[in-house]
């Protein structure tokens, strides 16, 4: 992977991918962070999802040999790889496992998307939110302690709703004893209690045949991309 990768630096505000361009390459953050979304016409993101270092953007537009679904803003100051496609392809035809990498990181999109929209149709606000901080928690390494490095705005996009939304769910979770805020510092008093709101609430039945038909290529197959 190194030696077709071209590493690029760049700082906050920096468009990486922009929207309906042609997908002609695939790209890895390797330092900092980037947000994904649609840009607005008054330059604001609507933010859908955070890329974290070791986490790549749209790979599957590339393999399909389309234009970017999405908009890719640096949030952090870092460094991302930028792998050329046809590149890619060309090592491919020699070592097939790296095809397969590739196809492998686009189904585990894929499947986080399906989980995403299944989120936001079978979640509360409360539920949402209460995942989100111990996705967050587990990211950090289970600590029981986190730092919001985003806006709450943006956190309010990626959950569905709005910041004063998000913060008023905050307050509540705070009066239920769950969670401690602190400035942009939340402390994690009862993780049980956490999950017991996160777990989904049953709005439609139908859902559940629907996520249990989901392709079986779409499971991860322990494939591991390293750069």
């Not at 996009?157 to 942009?184: D, K, P």
């Not at 996160?198 to 439609?204: D, I, K, Q, Y």
């Amino acid at each position: 992977w190194a030696a077709v990768a071209q590493p690029l630096e760049v700082s906050v505000g920096a468009h990486v991918v922009t929207r309906e361009a042609q997908a002609s390459a695939v790209w890895l953050v390797a330092h900092g962070r980037v947000a994904l979304g649609m840009l607005g016409e008054d330059g604001q993101l609507q933010h859908r999802r955070t890329v974290e270092a070791g986490e790549w953007l749209d790979v599957s537009s590339a393999l399909l040999g389309g234009a970017y679904l999405e908009d890719a803003v640096v949030e952090q100051d870092g460094e991302v790889w930028q792998f050329s496609w046809d590149e890619v392809q060309r090592v491919g035809q020699a070592h097939p496992s790296v095809l397969l990498a590739v196809a492998t990181v686009a189904a585990n999109q894929v499947q986080g998307l399906i989980e995403g929209t299944r989120s936001l149709v079978m979640k509360d606000v409360q539920a949402r939110c209460a995942s989100f901080l111990l996705e967050q928690d587990e990211h950090d390494g289970g600590l029981g302690s986190l730092r919001l490095t985003q806006r709450k705005r943006a956190i309010a996009q990626q959950l569905g709703t709005t910041a004063e939304t998000f913060s008023r769910t905050l307050r509540q979770l705070t009066r239920r004893g769950l969670i401690e805020v602190r400035g942009y510092t939340i402390l994690l008093l009862d993780r049980e209690g956490l999950r017991a709101v996160a777990e989904p609430v049953r709005r439609a039945e139908g859902l559940d045949s629907l996520a249990a038909a989901a392709p079986a290529a779409l499971e991860p197959s322990g494939i591991a991309i390293e750069a």
